[in-house]
Nanobody, 124 residues
Framework: QVQLVESGGGLVQAGGSLRLSCAVS????????IGWFRQAPGKEREFVAA????????YHADSVKGRFTISKDNAKNTVYLQMNSLKPEDTAVYYC?????????????????WGQGTQVTVSS
């Protein structure tokens, strides 16, 4: 069983920053990968960023490259999403998700466990 808890969302003005956290708890040890996704009202859930268990491999969506950075602290079992230069179009519910295995997926259906989400609202 894996539990993911997101935090750090909120309301920010355009150009501002937020750091999201995803706290991971597991009953068994495993090498898991973490992805961040977001979903705006009326839109499909979309990939934002992902990081491998070791932290050596990261992926970022083109829409957030240069503005968002995914990182992790294995000692704290926490993955972060630093979001800078936020835009109104970044407004969405942000979810983290977990998957075991060797591949770091970027498609929602390939993740096994999901957090409850945290709302990010960027005002213009």
């Amino acid at each position: 069983q894996v539990q993911l808890v997101e935090s750090g969302g909120g309301l920010v003005q355009a150009g501002g920053s937020l750091r999201l956290s995803c706290a991971v708890s597991r009953r068994t040890f495993g090498t898991y990968h973490i992805g961040w996704f977001r979903q705006a009202p009326g839109k499909e859930r979309e990939f934002v960023a992902a990081i491998s268990w070791t932290g050596r491999t990261t992926y970022h969506a083109d829409s957030v490259k240069g503005r968002f950075t995914i990182s992790k602290d294995n000692a704290k079992n926490t993955v972060y999403l630093q979001m800078n230069s936020l835009k109104p179009e970044d407004t969405a519910v942000y979810y983290c998700a977990s998957r075991d295995g060797s591949i770091v997926p970027r498609i929602p259906s390939e993740y096994d466990y999901w957090g409850q989400g945290t709302q990010v609202t960027v005002s213009s």
